[in-house]
Every structure is written in structure tokens, then in C-alpha cells.
């Protein structure tokens, strides 16, 4: 908000795990006005309950959700690009596995061509160089430092 001015009408894309911060966007988003996209490997798709709830919001306030498995169909239009860690506390004995299933789903400027031509970045830190690649994290397109100067406040 801080950066566009308001959110009703933006595409905010999510490309990584189905987990507990990208459920409480799913949550949110549809009553801002935002429209969704949501690119998640096959097994790490979000909570099956959150998304019916996500899908009824969707409808309710007019915004659009996209669920793929493809990061480049979901970075289509997006406004704001959005990651997070793909390795959770409790999950470090998948590392091997998820970072397999994973691969093709890491934040790149190739990621970002088809977004629009406003495009930012966000990541609720702390990052790894798979989830978004340098290029991107520390590009004026990225929002991540002013994301986590802001989460200060909310503390």
C-alpha cells in the first residue's frame, strides 16, 4: 500500500510453499481487492480448507485466484512478486526433497517478464539464494528491506 498507493485492483503472485504465510495472505487479499495467483510444486499445494474459504472471498468481493503449478502462468500480470522460505522449522530432514521439488520456482528476472511493468518483490526474510536469486533480491524492484522496516512496527 505504501508503495502504489492501495491495493484494490493489484495481482499479488505467490510462487513457493503452501505454508502459513501464504495462507494468511489467502485470507487477505480478496477483501483488499487484490487479485491472486498462486504457483505451488505438486504435494505442497495450500491447505485444501483455506483455499475453499479463499475461493468464496474470491467471488465475494469481485477478485480473481489463480492456483497452477507453473510460476510463469502465475507471475502473468503480477503486480507483486511474493516468496518465502521453502524449509520450514520442523521440516530441515525434507531439505533434500523439497529443494528437488522445487527447482524451477526460484524468483528470477526471467520469473518477472511476464509480470507488469510495476513489478516489486517481497520476501518476509530471512531469504535464500534458491527461493530468489540476487539479481532480483537486491534490485530497486525490491521491497524486502522497507517490508521488514515496516513488520518492525507491527512487533
Not at 510462487?15 to 485470507?27: C, E, F, R, T
Not at 503449478?69 to 530432514?93: F, H, K, R, Y
Not at 539464494?129 to 540476487?134: A, I, N
Request: overall charge negative.
Amino acid at each position: 500500500q505504501e508503495h502504489y498507493g492501495g491495493l484494490n485492483g493489484l495481482t499479488l503472485t505467490w510462487i513457493g510453499d503452501g505454508n502459513n504465510v501464504l495462507h494468511s495472505i489467502m485470507m487477505s487479499a480478496a477483501k483488499l481487492g487484490m487479485h491472486l495467483h498462486i504457483a505451488t510444486p505438486k504435494g505442497f499445494e495450500p491447505d485444501l480448507r483455506i483455499t475453499k474459504i479463499t475461493e468464496q472471498y474470491s467471488k465475494k468481493y469481485g477478485t480473481k485466484l489463480l492456483l497452477t503449478t507453473d510460476p510463469l502462468e502465475a507471475a502473468d500480470g503480477a503486480n507483486v512478486l511474493v516468496t518465502d522460505t521453502w524449509i520450514s522449522m520442523g521440516q530441515e530432514e525434507e531439505k533434500k526433497e523439497r529443494l528437488k521439488a522445487f527447482q524451477g520456482y526460484q524468483i528470477t528476472m526471467q520469473t518477472a517478464k511476464s509480470a507488469a511493468s510495476n513489478w516489486t518483490f517481497l520476501h518476509c526474510l530471512p531469504r535464500k539464494p534458491e527461493e530468489v536469486d540476487d539479481e532480483v533480491f537486491y534490485s530497486p524492484r525490491s521491497l524486502v528491506f522497507q517490508e521488514a522496516e515496516n513488520r518492525k512496527w507491527t512487533i
